[in-house]
């Protein structure tokens, strides 16, 4: 009974490095969402797939890149990193209509 | 522009008092909204719901309420416990599309 797991839970990465945030749900969910966690900025939606093979921009995508590899996955890609990408991400799903997101716990990145 | 406004960064509370969580929204087409809670150090997880047609709805110690001609949420606890000591996100759920975008949270301590 995983749920929604992310790996890894912990990262550091230098100025400029890249690297790929993973999530895995096991819900049989058609949705998916990346949201980054600032202290006094809340949660922050970087990408969503509404279905497997269709991506979308939400509020904070720049220096993101993602990809929906199946119904399952969605990962996060940094392709040079930078401080302003420290943050803990959160990677969510959920199901049709109403339902509501079901969220991992988090990867916590810093950029030095 | 932000959709949903938690103005309240904080918020103390003695053990077995209520607590009232406060978001506002500007747009009056959402129909449903969704509170969360976050526990440091993991993910949000789903709390309470509440649907448009309604004005009220209650689980337990946790009871929302809509008024919908003031675009305004509140999240009741009551009694509060020091386990319910963390942050409190709501979100209107979007009547199209699938982009689903958090308040900024507010962070509850209950004193004992």
């Known amino acids: 009974n995983a749920g929604v797991t992310q790996t890894p839970k912990f990262q550091v990465l230098k100025t400029g490095q890249s690297m790929t945030l993973q999530c895995a749900q096991d819900?049989?969910?058609?949705?998916m969402y990346w949201y980054r966690q600032d202290p006094g900025m809340g949660l922050r939606l970087i990408y969503y797939?509404?279905?497997?093979?269709?991506?979308d921009k939400g509020e904070v995508p720049n220096g993101y890149n993602v990809s929906r590899l199946n119904k399952r996955e969605f990962s996060l890609r940094l392709e040079s990193a930078a401080p302003s990408q420290t943050s803990v991400y959160f990677c969510a799903s959920r199901g049709d209509g109403d339902s509501p997101l079901h969220f991992g716990n988090g990867t916590r990145l810093t950029v030095t | 522009d932000q959709q949903v406004k938690q103005n309240s960064p904080s918020l103390s509370v003695q053990e077995g008092r209520i607590s009232i969580l406060n978001c506002d929204y500007t747009?009056?087409?959402?129909?449903?909204f969704l509170w969360y809670k976050k526990y440091p150090a993991e993910g949000p997880t789903f709390l309470i719901s509440?649907?448009?047609?309604?004005d009220k709805n209650e689980d337990g110690r946790f009871t929302v309420f809509l008024n919908k001609s003031a675009k305004h949420l509140s999240l009741h606890i009551v009694p509060s416990q020091p386990g319910d000591s963390a942050v409190y996100f709501c979100a209107p759920f979007p009547n199209s599309g699938y982009a689903l975008n958090f308040g900024k949270g507010t962070s509850l301590l209950v004193t004992p």
């Open positions: 819900m049989n969910h058609n949705s």
């Open positions: 797939s509404a279905s497997e093979g269709t991506t």
């Open positions: 747009n009056s087409m959402f129909d449903y």
């Open positions: 509440i649907s448009s047609i309604k």
